[in-house]
Each structure stands twice: as structure tokens, then as C-alpha cells.
């Protein structure tokens, strides 16, 4: 599934997996304000989100 | 000598014939006289005489020799006998002839024996108890090493296993009956005491009788509580005087105070408490303590830069009666930045929160507690506030702190609640 993701996340069971929370927007992904305003912090993939993930409510 | 008559009993001039026997056995001359050739001659020596021959069987030459010449002889008088005359001619007469005879047999009475016959050998028989003989070396040794005659000497009979005593003479000894007096067996039973017996027996209790019968001969077993038995006699219990002991001190029933106590077991995750106004007996209050544990709810950041890298998240809770103390700790390699919140599922292993009457809705807060986050490892130096809420979608509950903008690599936050 495509989210936006903190660029340090890594899949490693003891590392934090970072999913920048875009739930109420409804525009293209690439123009959320994190990717925007932070492209070298957070990145856009196409993944499977991993168990028990952290979440960040962008708030720039 | 023989001597042959004719038979008109002359004796002829026969010088030189030779006799021979006719067919009838009779003796009578033979014409002319008889020839031989002796071949050998040999010699025999005699007593004191030795002979010897030379040339035996052509011309032999006879040597006889006295080798023992000039031998005097004299002959002694015996009893009833008589020598007279002299060499070489004696005369023996028996004087006595009237007292000569033959011994045909020789008897004896013991303590002589006889083998008798003609040649009887005359023995002396030992003695010994039924037969009177001579004394043996060894039985005179016995006799001499006898104690010489007494003097005073004490005569008497008795019985098997009396007891001897003086009679009024004071000469026999007689034994006493068994009637009356104790026997050499009972006499024994004295051996070994040490003093007067009647002393002794006076110092005794009488005979013991009753319950006290099965410990008069031998000792109990060592520190054990008395008891009597099923026979009613005294006898030992399996309980020790060491846990007889611990009776000491008590001053009222055991029981009745036993009843009243608490039981040492109790049910799972439980304490006793009074939770009235009054006295009465505890009940059963819940009680658990869950050691810490790993957290692994997700953790949703407010902010610009969320903490990363490797993690460690744990978290504990205590329940007391009703009440729930949660602790959760966040901790990340990698500090944060420009972050204002964070709110984490209340973990799925901690009682149900009671919501407080009045209080519904998405975010809601149901109780308020303490909590910041930070980045050096210091308490944080900006205010925070932290509490026990309804959760986003009103499907569970969440811990959430918020904080003035800080760069935080850790979070702690703890919140008491009531569960229902």
C-alpha cells in the first residue's frame, strides 16, 4: 500500500517504522505537506506497512 | 659196641671181616674181608678244641689242637647238692633227695596274679576301685599331696541344692529343705549386690501397678510427649517435646484462635482487605503485579520529525483492589524533533478502564496522570500533560502526553485508573 513514510525507518523488528498519517487527505500523496516541505525526512512508497508501525501526525 | 655171637654164643676171632644182612634180615659174616678207597677226610672242631686236615682226599694228616688248655673247674655245693672228688673225676650226690618235685602250678590271690602253668609269672595287679594292686608312681604323687587327717573332722549328708549347716554339735553338716529355707539357686540371686538388701529394698517404692506398669524396666523413647495408650497405661505420643513446646505460652483455645485466623493460601491474584467501617473479616480483593514487559502497541508522533532507529519499549502495571497504576516507556535511538504529542494504545494486557459517569466520545479523557518525553535523558524541561483517554475511534483506549515543541528520543507517562 502507498504511504508516506520517515526516511531513518527500517523494517528491523527493534527499529521504528515511521508511517506519516495521511488519513483525511485526499490529494496526491506527493503534495502532503511532509513530502513537500521535508522530501529529504520522509519519502513516498509502495509497501506494505509492517506490524505495529509509528505514526506521525505532520504537523510541519 | 657191637659185639656178634656165633650161635653157640662164642665170640670168634672176626677181627677183620665183614657183617652184612642175609635175605632173612639176619646178620652174619662174610668170608675174607671188605675193600673200600676213602676219598675225604674231614675234621669238626670241639669246644677248646680245633682240628684241622692236610691233604684230605690223597694222604691226609689229621692235626688236633687244645686250644683252651689248663682249665680249672670247680664245682660249688648248691642246695641239697653234694660235689665231691676231683679233677677229672666229681662226684655230685643229692643230699636232699627227699625234697625235689616237679611244679606243675602256680595260683595267687590278688593283689598277686599268676599266669600259672609251668612257668608262671608272678605279677602284682594296680590298684584301682574296684581291684586292691600296688600304688602307681602317679597315684602315690596324689596320695602323698593328700591333706593329712583333720583334726576335727566334719561329717554330714545333704541334698541337691540345699543349703548346708552345723548341726547343734557342730560336727555334721546337714542341708536345709527347701521348705523352709532358700535353695543354693535362690541363694544366687544375691550374687552381685553391693550392700545390705533389706537397706536397699527399704529405700524402694512398693511394686508399681496400674498405668505405670509399661515403664518400670525400661526407658521411652527420648523427648517424646505421655500419653496413655488404648490399655490406659502411660505410653508415648508421635508428637516431640520439642513441638509440645510450642503450646507454651498459649491461653486459650488453640482451635477457637486457629479458626480465626486468615488462611496462609490464598486465590490467585488476591489480598485480603477490610473494605467496610467496621471490624470484620478481610475478604478477597484483587491483587496483581505484572513484572515490565515489552511494549508493542504503535506509538502515533505530533510534530515534524518522529524519533527513529532502534527501540525499546516496555511497560508495567499493578492492580490494587480496583485500582490500576500503568506505566509505559518509550525509548528511541534517535531523537525527534519539533514534537508537541504522542499518544500510544493503552496495552491490551491492562484491566478495562471504568468510564466515569457523564464521560463518552472519541478522545475523551477519563483520567489525567503524569508523563513528558525528553531527548537528553533529563526530566523534560517543558510542561506537560498526560492522562488515560477514550481512544480516537472509540474502539479502545489510548495514553497520550502533550507537551510544548521539544526533540524527544524517550517517553514516559504512568496514569491510575479504576477498572470496574
Redesign the interface.
Given at each position: 500500500m502507498e504511504h508516506i513514510r520517515?526516511i531513518?525507518?527500517?523494517r528491523?523488528e527493534?527499529?521504528?517504522y515511521?508511517v506519516v498519517?495521511t488519513d483525511n487527505w485526499t490529494l496526491p500523496l506527493s503534495e502532503h505537506p511532509s513530502i513537500v516541505e521535508?522530501p529529504d525526512?520522509f519519502e513516498i512508497v509502495d509497501e506494505d506497512v509492517p506490524e505495529?508501525?509509528?505514526?506521525?501526525?505532520?504537523?510541519? | 659196641m657191637i659185639q656178634v655171637l656165633d650161635k653157640y654164643g662164642n665170640t670168634n676171632n672176626d677181627e677183620g671181616r665183614v657183617l652184612v644182612f642175609d635175605k632173612d634180615g639176619n646178620i652174619k659174616r662174610v668170608s675174607g674181608g671188605g675193600s673200600g678207597t676213602v676219598t675225604s677226610v674231614s675234621v669238626t672242631n670241639g669246644t677248646g678244641i680245633s682240628a684241622s686236615v692236610a691233604n684230605p682226599t690223597s694222604t691226609p694228616n689229621i692235626t688236633i689242637t687244645n686250644t683252651a688248655p689248663d682249665q680249672t673247674v670247680v664245682l660249688t655245693n648248691g642246695t641239697g647238692i653234694s660235689v665231691t672228688g676231683t679233677y677229672p673225676s666229681f662226684t655230685i650226690t643229692n643230699t636232699s633227695p627227699s625234697s625235689g618235685g616237679t611244679v606243675t602250678g602256680v595260683t595267687a590271690t590278688p593283689p598277686l596274679f599268676s599266669s600259672g602253668g609251668l612257668t608262671p609269672d608272678i605279677t602284682i595287679q594296680q590298684a584301682s576301685g574296684s581291684q586292691d594292686g600296688y600304688l602307681s608312681s602317679g597315684d602315690w604323687t596324689t596320695f602323698n599331696n593328700k591333706q593329712n587327717a583333720l583334726t576335727n573332722p566334719v561329717t554330714g549328708t545333704g541334698t541337691n541344692n540345699e543349703l548346708a549347716y552345723f548341726n547343734t554339735t557342730g560336727s555334721t553338716i546337714s542341708s536345709l529343705t527347701t521348705a523352709t529355707y532358700p535353695s543354693l539357686t535362690e541363694l544366687s540371686y544375691v550374687k552381685g549386690t553391693t550392700s545390705a538388701i533389706q537397706t536397699q529394698l527399704a529405700a524402694k517404692q512398693a511394686t508399681i501397678t496400674g498405668a505405670a506398669t509399661t515403664i518400670t524396666s525400661s526407658d521411652l523413647t527420648v523427648s517424646r510427649a505421655l500419653i496413655s495408650n488404648a490399655s490406659g497405661k502411660v505410653d508415648i505420643s508421635a508428637t516431640t517435646s520439642t513441638e509440645l513446646g510450642y503450646v507454651s505460652g498459649v491461653t486459650s483455645g488453640i482451635q477457637t484462635q486457629l479458626g480465626a485466623k486468615q488462611d496462609l493460601s490464598l486465590s490467585a491474584y488476591t489480598v485480603r482487605a477490610n473494605n467496610t467501617n467496621a471490624t470484620a473479616n478481610a475478604t478477597d480483593q484483587t491483587f496483581k503485579d505484572f513484572t515490565t514487559a515489552t511494549y508493542?502497541?504503535?506509538?502515533?508522533?505530533?510534530?515534524?520529525?518522529?524519533?527513529?532507529?532502534?527501540?525499546?519499549h516496555t511497560f508495567r502495571w499493578t492492580q490494587l483492589g480496583k485500582l490500576v497504576t500503568v506505566n509505559v516507556q518509550l525509548i528511541?535511538?534517535?531523537t525527534g524533533s519539533?514534537l508537541?504529542?504522542v499518544v500510544m494504545d493503552l496495552p491490551s494486557a491492562c484491566p478495562t478502564p471504568l468510564t466515569p459517569t457523564g464521560i463518552s466520545g472519541n478522545s475523551r479523557i477519563l483520567y489525567y496522570g503524569s508523563g513528558n518525553f525528553t531527548g537528553n535523558g533529563l526530566i523534560g524541561a517543558t510542561a506537560s500533560r498526560a492522562g488515560l483517554t477514550i481512544n480516537a475511534t472509540s474502539t479502545g483506549y489510548s495514553l497520550q502526553i502533550i507537551s510544548g515543541s521539544g526533540s524527544p528520543n524517550s517517553a514516559s507517562i504512568t496514569v491510575q485508573y479504576y477498572t470496574a
Open positions: 520517515f531513518n525507518s527500517s528491523l527493534d527499529h521504528a515511521t498519517k521535508h525526512l505495529y508501525p509509528d505514526y506521525l501526525i505532520y504537523t510541519g | 508493542s502497541g504503535s506509538a502515533t508522533w505530533t510534530g515534524t520529525t518522529p524519533p527513529s532507529g532502534a527501540f525499546t528511541y535511538a534517535t519539533a508537541t504529542a
